[in-house]
């Protein structure tokens, strides 16, 4: 079988524990699947590097939409964050969503000792189910994170105490946006009684340049 070629190559690799071995000591198929996923990888990002030029023309096109809609409406400071645009037959359509991350200041501990408070105000009155949910909710993970969807659903619980609204408004004090992010879609359908089917670019997890 034919050996690789290792010229043009660099003197030395490095290994999965960062040491350095000689090009010439690197075995011949390790060398090959090395080369392999160097190849590949040179080929993704010359790819991503597309799509993000792709989707910046995209994103580029609706924001000159919008600033000819509101010029021709005779409006100012107009803001779009979610739209929907659809074509004439209303069988093709492109959406902007735009995302917000979020995470919680100190403030979330400070209503977490509140929502404490009135656990033990209530005392047997209070459902051990409800205190189980809550405490379940502020637990953090393995990763440093707390649940924050399930944090923003305790504003769907009314109650009745002036401690439980203050924990409430704390929580509300507490929400930090992190980061914004644009989701790109575009959908299709053959006629207006059809279902719409999603064109699967993946271009919701790429930045636009």
Not at 50 to 72: A, C, G, Q, V
Not at 94 to 99: A, D, L, N, T
Request: overall charge positive; charged content about 35%.
């Amino acid at each position: 079988m034919r050996k690789i070629s290792r010229k043009n190559m660099p003197e030395e690799l490095a290994n999965f524990k960062g040491n350095p071995v000689p090009i010439e000591l690197v075995r011949e198929d390790h060398l090959k699947r090395h080369l392999v996923v160097e190849n590949i990888f040179d080929d993704v990002l010359k790819f991503e590097k597309r799509l993000k030029k792709f989707k910046s023309t995209i994103l580029n096109k609706i924001i000159k939409y919008e600033d000819w809609i509101t010029k021709h409406n005779d409006v100012e400071d107009a803001k779009f964050e979610n739209i929907t645009l659809t074509n004439y037959e209303g069988t093709k359509q492109v959406m902007i969503k735009s995302g917000a991350f979020i995470d919680f200041d100190e403030n979330l501990s400070l209503a977490k000792a509140k929502i404490d408070k009135c656990f033990k105000k209530w005392g047997n009155k209070s459902h051990p189910n409800l205190k189980a949910v809550i405490d379940h909710y502020f637990r953090i993970d393995k990763k440093g994170f707390i649940n924050k969807k399930a944090i923003l659903g305790l504003f769907q619980f009314e109650m009745n105490d002036k401690d439980w609204e203050a924990a409430m408004e704390l929580i509300r004090k507490s929400i930090v946006e992190t980061a914004k992010k644009e989701y790109l879609m575009v959908r299709v359908r053959a006629d207006i009684n059809s279902n719409w089917e999603a064109i699967n670019l993946n271009l919701s997890s790429i930045e636009a340049e």
